[in-house]
């Protein structure tokens, strides 16, 4: 039988009851996908507001006001530049095809 290998990620696999069952990525189970490290699959980064490092809170004229950046949470989230923001990866380890 011939395998065509695709770059593009299988989304739905249409063949039902098929003799041939390829085997599954252990890293990706069959996903072709991984939770992308850097943002633990949430596809987004917090970070420390730069405009107060963090505090929550900015000095002007002597007074203490909240950050307008970061509504004074003292962190903004970020689309994760690995990701795209996605969240997922590409399975190193199958290049996204989901089998092994
Ligand atoms: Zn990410
Ligand atoms: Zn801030
Ligand atoms: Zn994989």
């Known amino acids: 039988m011939a395998r065509v290998h ?3 990620p299988p ?3 249409h063949k039902h009851g098929s003799i041939a069952i390829p ?3 252990n890293d ?4 072709g996908k ?3 490290a850097d943002c633990e699959g ?6 420390d507001c730069d405009k107060c490092i963090g505090e929550g809170t900015i000095r002007e004229s002597g007074m203490t006001l909240r950050c ?3 509504n ?3 962190r903004i989230s970020e689309d994760c530049p690995e990701c795209d923001g996605e969240g997922q990866k590409d399975c190193e380890a199958c290049g996204g095809s989901g089998e092994e």
């Open 6 to 8: 695709r770059e593009t």
């Open 42 to 47: 949430t596809g987004t980064l917090d970070l």
């Open 23 to 25: 085997m599954k990525c």
């Open 34 to 36: 991984t939770d992308c």
């Open 72 to 74: 004074g949470e003292g």
């Open 11 to 13: 989304t739905q696999n």
């Open 68 to 70: 307008p950046e970061c």
């Open 28 to 31: 990706c189970e069959g996903k």
